[in-house]
């Protein structure tokens, strides 16, 4: 599928509605959690088992994005968006036929493979395209698009539990609310595929043929060849990372925190304290990546890496002694969390250029997969090793908290040792592009 080239007079300000269409339908995944508990009773699922679907959904993410990186690229936005629709609502179909017949493989097939594939392509699918069109702002553009990644779980979390109390928490109940989400989504998505487009070049494309590009510019294969795309590398994983632990088990951590307190938080409350969270996941991929194109990518990582340790070496000094403090510290660590994410595909066109950014970002989005098992396997496991001591309360924590304080440590630093690629792996003139391009397509052949 060649990528649609804008026609003349065409608006740049229609790619971001584009890209928003894809990234609110895919951020469901943040709202897997409501599921689990129908999931649970209907199937006779252990916790453990009902996570498995997200689970796999978000290792296939990082996955998909990595192998599939150089095919958006070739292939271009539409091409993207149109597999990331197929699968994302192939896996509700197949998650639907699951439930309704009672076959928990099916949901994790369905929900965590097909449609993990689904949130990985949908997931790179329009930022080559966005920095392409606007070349001037490319941390707030980016920082739009994965703005709906992180809020899409607040139309679904509502919407989803609305259903599921109109339908019922049953087998046949979830079937249809999985069935009704892969229909919707699949309108939905369609938005963006009908409406991205690419920037029209000077002269006349041919076909196989980068177009002249203009700065440094540096492929996929050499990409993974350098020190700053495994620093950065590190730099996103030690980010996602802090702010997953929180993330994932944000309602039972503040209840512990407050459990013994004359004001212990109620359930209705933690909740609240959840979708507080989300809020400030969402306002950082918009705020953060925005503030980088006036800061630079490298000061406003600082920010997050550095100042994201003091914010956990205050909860785990004084989160106890106060609500305000314990919230305020959470929001601002999951607001660098969710920036972290917006702003680095613009890190990744000043270090390499435009020229497969797509890719190259996808590569990196392996971090995400590391860090998403990671965050919570920190925090869980030395949850229980310190209630099985007979710690309670903040106690639980402090640990796992120290550890993230060390791993910010290690992202700032990996942060301090980027610099500008060597000219070694530019691409020099369109004519190597042109053979690099085709040494990636005999690689992924």
């Known amino acids: 599928m060649r990528p649609p080239v804008a026609p003349p007079g065409w608006s740049r300000w229609l790619v971001p509605p584009a890209a928003l269409s894809v990234h609110l339908s895919i951020g469901q995944a943040y709202a897997w959690s409501v599921f689990k508990p129908p999931l649970e009773s209907a199937m006779h699922l252990s916790g453990t088992e009902s996570a498995l679907p997200f689970q796999l959904g978000i290792v296939m993410l990082g996955l998909s994005a990595a192998f599939g990186g150089t095919l958006v690229e070739r292939n271009g936005p539409r091409w993207a968006m149109t597999v990331a629709l197929v ?41 080559s395209t966005l920095i392409k069109w606007f070349p001037d702002r490319p941390g707030m553009a980016t920082g739009i698009a994965i703005m709906g990644f992180g809020g ?34 699949a309108v939905f998505m369609s938005l963006g595929v009908l409406l991205v487009r690419v920037p029209r070049s000077e002269a006349a494309p041919t076909p196989g043929v980068p177009a ?51 004001t212990p938080v109620s359930v209705s409350a933690a909740a609240g304290f959840v979708a507080l969270l989300s809020a400030a996941n969402m306002a950082g991929r918009i705020g953060w ?82 860090a998403g098992v990671l965050g919570p396997l920190i925090v869980n496991r030395v949850a229980d090793s310190q209630e099985e001591a007979g710690k309670h309360g903040q106690d639980l924590y402090s640990l796992s908290f120290t550890i993230m304080i060390g791993l910010l440590v290690v992202g700032f630093v990996a942060n301090e040792l980027i610099r500008p690629v060597h000219a070694r792996h530019h691409i020099p003139a369109p004519r190597e592009a042109t053979d690099d391009a085709a040494a990636e397509r005999r690689q992924s052949a």
Request: aromatic content about 14%; proline content about 3%; hydrophobic content about 50%.
């Open 87 to 127: 699968c994302f609502s192939s896996g509700f179909l197949l998650s639907a036929l699951g439930a309704a017949t009672g076959q928990f493989w099916l949901i994790v097939l369905g929900y965590g493979f097909v449609g993990g594939i689904g949130l990985g392509i949908g997931y790179i699918s329009p930022v």
């Open 152 to 185: 899409g779980a607040l139309i679904a979390s509502p919407w989803s539990a609305q259903m599921l109390e109109s339908f019922g928490a049953d087998s046949s109940g979830i079937a249809l609310a999985f069935l009704v989400h892969g229909l919707a989504y």
């Open 212 to 262: 002249p590009l203009e700065g440094v510019q540096v492929s996929a294969r050499s990409a993974v060849r350098t020190p700053q795309f495994w620093c950065l590398w590190l730099v996103l994983c030690m980010n996602v990372t802090a702010g997953i632990g929180i993330l994932e088990k944000a309602a039972p951590m503040i209840t512990d925190f407050f459990k013994d307190s004359g």
């Open 289 to 370: 990546s925005s503030a980088s194109d006036l800061v630079g990518r490298k000061n406003v990582y600082r920010l997050y890496l550095g100042v994201g340790a003091v914010m956990y070496l205050l909860i785990a000094r004084f989160g106890d002694s106060s609500k305000p403090l314990f919230i305020g510290c959470a929001l601002v660590i999951l607001s660098f969390y969710g920036g972290g994410f917006a702003a680095v595909p613009a890190y990744l066109k000043d270090l390499f250029g435009t020229y497969q950014v797509g890719a190259i970002h996808g590569r990196l989005l392996t971090a995400w997969s590391t």
